[in-house]
């Protein structure tokens, strides 16, 4: 056949070479076509060069030459050869042999790289359908002529579908320095749920030895998943977390974790802890469609569960990874809500229960089991400025030991408003109506049961007065309230006279006769953007008998934004003991790039009592802060908070960042405050350092706080 290498005789080519290979591989796996510039062929071969084009099943072929043998079904190329896959993968190789009967595939020394930009270099590769088995090769997401981290391995099979790869005696070096060896090692090259091992994280204290986790991690479904964590510190305990997650339905889902620790007799002598074991159980669920379906579209309603069971406070502390939950304290707390609402109404359920950490057993220690709220929105009454709300609320506190009550409350507030003077002056005038019934429980009292009532006067004058000027606008609202006591009704006897278990569950009585003064304002530029803002309140008691006693504290709060500056305060004084009780500052800027604040707090203690007046102060910090971009790659952060009277800094931390598009390093010492079991002679703190080294697209490890 004569050369040619216009359109014509190529896409006649490609006709009759189409028409022998199909008829060839009839009732087969696969169908292949050829195009290229020469093309010659014999009664048992079809030899092709010069720009040779092979599509085979999915994939897209180029090649200097290809032959193929029809009795063997044998399709041979050569020279500069590189296949695209229909999944996004490349391939370059110098020989590639095709079986087209059975889609078999060997290649000489193949160059494979995929979509995440995850490559690598093998001496030999055999492929079945769409699995590969590699032998010694080289895998690594940087650049190719210098890789700053790569994974080399003697051989591994990868599974182009799933995007799973399964490799031994893998060696993974950063820098041409080997950092980490493993007989075996299988991972996603994408960003997608599969099952195996996780990254170990390991580390060191003085106190609690080496420390090691190996994560296993069970993808059970698209909806769900398992994670086991095993972990020991050779000092001082060995145990396990499981962690199950998952997914409901397309409004809910839900986690549940438990563990169990036992530490070494040793550690639980020299530092006089009291449990040598740490157990519990977490779970979380939210879900935002519970009986809707059954329900008018105007109402919502949504659940949400968080509750913890631990025996001691170290539960929480080994995890490295917490669930959230209300704070790390030696009070957990567990909660349950569930609500219905529309426009009109809310219904409310609630529980609550804690677990005292500091106490050898939970039996006095109140729960609220549960608390119930029907509350009917504002809404007109007669008339439109006429407007009332209901609130009917039940609560059951309960314990095993101590006295105990469940009670019933109602509030009704209703309240008159209108404007004065095309709306320059505002005024409400209202009456807010109480009743409460109470049940004690657990112990025996003269009353058990109890009855209150009262009605409280309200009145306020407010308004709100908004004027632009060239360059800002300016927005002031200062108001007068008045609170006065009403009547009062006690049953069967008064308040003051029940014991001191069941006042100690609840209060009762009129406010004192008060007017309550604020003052707000606020400027914006002619943007829209605050520039400037500040809050004021006190309020004044008119009946009390000690002039100094009339004036409460004093609220000031204010916040001044200058371009990327920001300066707050806020200031709570008193003027019955002529002295700051509070003051919280804060200096921030935030550039491109840089972030620095520093924070000053100060909290005064006052107690008083019939003989003395005692003043503590309770805090006194100084923190600072800084977050530093240098570059596109490099991020310094630094914090600390400086205890000014003990003149030491109570926590710290410094960290350093540095990331690429195939790696990045992350580095942090730092001292955090902790809670610690009663009586032991742990350090209510703990210094830690961890460095976690992360590598696209695989994931992290490196040493973990501990």
């Known amino acids: 056949m004569a050369k040619n290498s216009s359109i014509f005789p190529l896409f006649f080519i490609f006709l009759v070479i189409s028409n022998l290979l199909y008829g060839a591989l009839d009732n087969k796996k696969g169908k292949i076509e050829i195009t290229a510039n020469q093309l010659d062929s014999t009664k048992t071969t079809v030899t092709a060069k010069d720009n040779v084009l092979v599509y085979f099943n999915d994939s897209i072929i180029t090649a200097s030459s ?13 020279g500069k050869i590189e296949s695209i896959g229909y999944m996004g993968t490349k391939e370059h190789t110098d020989h590639m042999v095709i079986n087209t009967q059975t889609s078999e595939v060997t290649f000489g020394k193949l160059f494979m790289s995929s979509k995440s930009d995850v490559w690598m270099v093998s001496n030999g590769v055999h492929k079945v359908d769409d699995n590969y088995t590699f032998k010694e090769s080289v895998l690594s997401s940087c650049d190719v002529s210098n890789p700053l981290w790569k994974m080399s391995f003697t051989n591994s099979k990868y599974f182009s579908k799933e995007k799973y790869m399964k490799v031994y005696n893998a060696k993974v070096y950063f820098a041409n320095i080997p950092i980490l060896y493993t007989p075996y090692l299988a991972f996603t090259t994408e960003s997608k749920r599969s099952s195996g091992l996780l990254f170990p994280a390991f580390g060191y204290s003085q106190e609690e030895g080496y420390f090691y986790e190996q994560p296993i991690f069970w993808a059970i479904s698209d909806s769900m998943d398992l994670e086991l964590n095993p972990h020991i510190r050779t ?9 199950f997650r998952f997914v409901d339905s397309e409004h809910s889902k839900g986690t549940l974790r438990a563990g169990y620790f036992e530490d070494n007799p040793t550690y639980t002598e020299e530092n006089n802890i009291k449990n040598p074991t740490h157990y519990g159980v977490e779970f979380s669920y939210e879900s935002s469609q519970i009986i809707k379906s059954l329900l ?4 919502q309603e949504g659940l949400y569960i968080n509750t913890t069971y631990l025996n001691d406070i170290e539960y929480l502390n080994l995890q490295q990874n917490a669930l959230v939950h209300f704070g790390l304290t030696p009070l957990q707390e567990s909660r349950a809500n569930y609500f219905l609402s529309n426009d009109d109404y809310y219904l409310g359920v609630n529980a609550k229960y804690f677990i005292d950490t500091t106490k050898e057993d939970n039996n006095r220690t109140l729960q609220i089991l549960p608390s119930v709220q029907l509350h009917k929105y504002l809404s007109s009454l007669i008339w439109d400025n006429l407007t ?3 609130d009917l609320h039940s609560t059951n506190l309960t314990r095993l030991q101590g006295s105990a009550l469940t009670q019933y409350e109602l509030k009704i507030p209703i309240e008159f408003s209108t404007s004065l003077f095309d709306d320059f002056l505002n005024i409400s005038i209202g009456e807010e109506f109480y009743y409460t019934k109470l049940y004690f429980k657990n112990e025996t009292y003269v009353d058990d049961k109890f009855r209150y009532y ?4 309200k009145a306020k004058i407010f308004t709100d007065l908004t004027k632009k000027y060239d360059s800002f606008v300016h927005v002031i609202q200062p108001s007068i309230g008045y609170v006065g006591a009403g009547k009062e009704d006690h049953y069967p006897t008064d308040y003051s006279l029940l014991d001191d278990n069941q006042t100690e569950l609840f209060s009762v009585g009129l406010p004192e006769k008060q007017f309550n ?5 606020y400027f914006y530029d002619n943007s829209g953007k605050l520039i400037f803002y500040q809050r004021f309140k006190q309020d004044y008691y008119q009946e009390r008998n000690i002039t100094k006693k009339q004036y409460s504290d004093i609220t000031n709060e204010m916040q001044l934004n200058i371009g990327k500056w920001s300066f707050y305060n806020n200031l709570i004084y008193s003027p019955e003991y002529d002295t700051i009780r509070e003051s919280s500052s804060r200096i921030s800027v935030n550039y491109s790039g840089f972030r620095f604040n ?12 019939t003989t003395k007046t005692t003043r503590s102060t309770a805090l006194k910090d100084l923190t600072l802060g800084l977050n530093l971009k240098l570059g596109e790659r490099v991020n310094v952060n630094l914090g600390v908070t400086y205890d000014i009277d003990e003149e030491e800094p109570k926590q710290w931390m410094m960290g350093l960042g540095y990331h690429r598009d195939c790696w990045g390093v992350d580095a942090s010492l730092r001292r955090d405050m902790v809670p610690i079991p009663t009586g032991s002679t742990l350090p209510p703190y703990k210094n830690t350092f961890f460095i976690l080294f992360t590598f696209s697209p695989f994931g992290t490890f490196g040493t973990t706080p501990i």
């Open 388 to 390: 009332y709300s209901v």
């Open 66 to 78: 290809a032959h193929y043998n029809k009795l063997t079904k044998i399709l041979t190329l050569d």
């Open 517 to 521: 003064i604020a003052f707000a304002q």
């Open 296 to 299: 008018p579209s105007s109402f």
């Open 454 to 457: 009262n009605n409280i006067h």
């Open 235 to 243: 000092l001082r305990t060995k145990g396990i977390y499981g962690t």
């Open 598 to 609: 520093i924070a000053h707090l100060y909290k005064q203690t006052i107690r008083e009592t």
